[in-house]
C-alpha cells in the first residue's frame, strides 16, 4: 500500500521504483526501472450556486418545479470536469444538510449533468407534505459545492372527483370512483359505512381496496354490503396513498375530499325525494 501524503492541487506526474534492501543477492539495492503516472488532484469544488427557487409541478401532488441560476464550471475543470448538480431535501422546515437524501444525474432528470442547465422538475415526493429543498454542484472528483440557500414548498392535495352509483339496470351495479393522482403508484381507497356523518369516522375507516391506476368500481364484495343495497345507511369514501392513512401512524394521510353515496329505491312513476344532507353547492340536474 502507498499513502501519499502533503499533496498539492494540481496535475503532477510520479515515478515509481522498487529496490530490495536485505542485501541477500547480488545487486539487491539496485533501483528498478521507473514507471511514471500521472495525477490529477483537485480540491476545489463547484461554487454556490444562485437564484435557487421551488414551485409545485405540473402535477402538484407529487412534482416540483426546481430553478436556479446555472454555474460556469465545476469549479477546476482543468483538473476534474463536471458531474452533477445534487437537489437535496428533506421532509419538513428547516436547512437541508448534505447528509440528507438527494437527486441527481444518477438517480434523476439527466439534465442534472450538464452545468448549463438552469432547471428541471423532480417527482416522487408524498402529497400534502412540506419539503425543504437546496442545490448544490458536484464535480467528478467528487467534490461537493456550498449549498445554496433553501426553499420550501408544500406538496398538493388530490381528491375524489367523481363518485356515482349505478342502479338496477345499468350493467355496473354499483359506485363508480375517479381522482387525480400520480400514475403507476399504489393508493389506498378507503371506506365506512354510516347513517349520518360525524366527526367520529375518522377513526373508523377501513380499507376496501388497494389500486393502482385512479378508478375503483365498488360492487360490494364478503363482509361488504353492493352500495345499491344499503338503504338507509351512506357509504362514504376517500383515497391515500398506500399505508399512510391507518390510526397507528402519528401523521396519517388522506385525501381532503370525503364522497358519499347513498341507495335510492325508485317506483314507477313519479317519484319525490329529499336530499339526505345539506349541500353547499346544489350540482344536481
Known sequence: NLILTNLVEGITTNWLFVSDLDA??????????????VMYLDMTAPTQATGFAVSLGPDETSEIQVDWNPLDDGGNSALSPWETYRIYYREGAGTPTTNDLYISRHNGPLSLATNITSG?????????TEYSLALAGVDAAGNVGPLSSYQSVTMGSFAVTQGVVGVTNVAEQGTR????????????????DSRSFENTLSNQWSLLDKVTNVVLVDTGAPGRIPPPELTYT??????????????NLQTRLGSREVYVTKAVELNPGENWQSLFFEPDTNTLA
Open 24 to 37: 541477500d543477492r547480488l545487486n539487491d539495492a539496485l533501483m528498478s526501472p521507473a514507471t511514471n503516472f
Open 120 to 128: 428541471t422538475i423532480v417527482s416522487n415526493f408524498e402529497f400534502e
Open 177 to 192: 370512483l375517479s381522482w387525480i393522482g400520480t400514475t403507476n403508484r399504489i393508493y389506498d381507497v378507503l371506506y365506512v
Open 234 to 247: 351512506m357509504r362514504f369514501y376517500r383515497v391515500a396513498r398506500e399505508d399512510t392513512w391507518s390510526t
